[in-house]
């Protein structure tokens, strides 16, 4: 049996939204959140019903998730939430160790307005979180703020390579969901970024970058290989 969708509103998403693109969001927020299992067969007459949708626009997300790789077809078996490959994650975290140092270090060079008060805006947003037990919305704005300097260092296609891998990163963190010591760690980290960005000393904080993303990097290595014993 597939997993129960959840129910998110359509006012979530913009009036000119097509269907297909609602019932992209709707079944990729599904998956991202853990709602909709690694390996749950998804059925296309149940999915109309829960999304009040013809075929159409559900079979055009279904094509639109296969490309992206939260979705994978098996023949005469039917279409399945893809498995998340620990390998492919480690992968990409190690491409990140060497983009992200090197795009926060052109934002700060480029001197963009703002980004320390969105930066440290967003810290307070996670601590905030954390205290509240909010681990779902810790994890939303930890990736935010990585977005933020990303968005701020005008590299567009860098910009949309990484904003196509961050959605998956994004799923697997939210396996880790109620690890507060792995949360504490990952604000300390964001605010030793901060302040180095704050110095406007751009070694310093591609330095700071650099360990965060090696250290989660190994957090899940370490996590995978404990899951394995």
Same mark, same amino acid.
């Given at each position: 049996?597939?997993? $129960?969708?959840?129910?998110?509103?359509?006012?979530?998403? $913009?009036?000119?939204?097509?269907?297909?693109?609602?019932?992209?969001?709707?079944?990729?927020?599904?998956?991202?959140?853990?709602?909709?299992?690694?390996?749950? /067969?998804?059925?296309?007459?149940?999915?109309?019903?829960? @999304?009040?949708?013809?075929?159409?626009? *559900?079979?055009?997300?279904?094509?639109?998730?296969?490309?992206?790789?939260? @979705?994978?077809?098996? $023949?005469? =078996?039917?279409?399945?939430?893809?498995?998340?490959? /620990?390998?492919?994650?480690?992968?990409?975290?190690?491409?990140?160790?060497?983009? !992200?140092? +090197?795009?926060?270090?052109? #934002?700060?060079?480029?001197? =963009?307005?703002?980004?320390?008060?969105?930066? =440290?805006?967003?810290?307070?947003? #996670?601590? %905030?979180? /954390?205290?509240?037990?909010?681990?779902? $919305?810790?994890?939303?704005?930890? +990736?935010?703020?990585?977005? *933020?300097?990303?968005?701020?260092? !005008?590299? =567009?296609?860098?910009?949309?390579?990484?904003?196509?891998?961050?959605?998956?990163?994004?799923?697997?963190?939210?396996?880790?969901?109620?690890?507060?010591?792995?949360?504490? %760690?990952?604000?300390? &980290?964001?605010?030793?970024?901060?302040?180095?960005?704050?110095?406007?000393? *751009?070694?310093?904080? %591609?330095? #700071?970058?650099?360990?965060?993303?090696?250290? /989660?990097? &190994?957090?899940?290595?370490?996590?995978?290989?404990?899951?394995?014993?």
């Amino acid at each position: 049996m597939p997993n $129960k969708i959840i129910d998110i509103k359509n006012n979530d998403f $913009k009036n000119e939204d097509s269907k297909t693109v609602v019932a992209y969001n709707i079944i990729k927020q599904n998956i991202i959140r853990n709602k909709l299992k690694p390996n749950a /067969i998804l059925i296309e007459n149940q999915l109309c019903e829960s @999304l009040k949708m013809s075929r159409t626009p *559900i079979r055009n997300a279904f094509s639109m998730l296969l490309s992206d790789g939260f @979705l994978h077809y098996i $023949k005469n =078996k039917g279409i399945f939430v893809s498995v998340i490959n /620990i390998s492919d994650i480690i992968e990409i975290y190690s491409i990140r160790s060497v983009l !992200d140092p +090197f795009i926060i270090g052109e #934002c700060l060079r480029k001197n =963009k307005p703002n980004i320390y008060e969105q930066l =440290k805006n967003n810290i307070e947003s #996670c601590e %905030k979180a /954390i205290n509240n037990n909010n681990n779902e $919305k810790f994890i939303e704005q930890d +990736f935010e703020f990585h977005k *933020i300097y990303m968005f701020g260092s !005008d590299y =567009k296609i860098l910009n949309s390579f990484l904003n196509s891998i961050m959605d998956q990163l994004l799923r697997f963190s939210f396996t880790t969901v109620g690890d507060i010591e792995r949360a504490r %760690k990952s604000v300390a &980290q964001h605010r030793k970024i901060l302040e180095a960005y704050g110095q406007k000393d *751009i070694e310093k904080v %591609k330095d #700071c970058a650099r360990e965060h993303i090696e250290d /989660i990097k &190994q957090y899940y290595i370490y996590r995978n290989i404990n899951n394995l014993l």
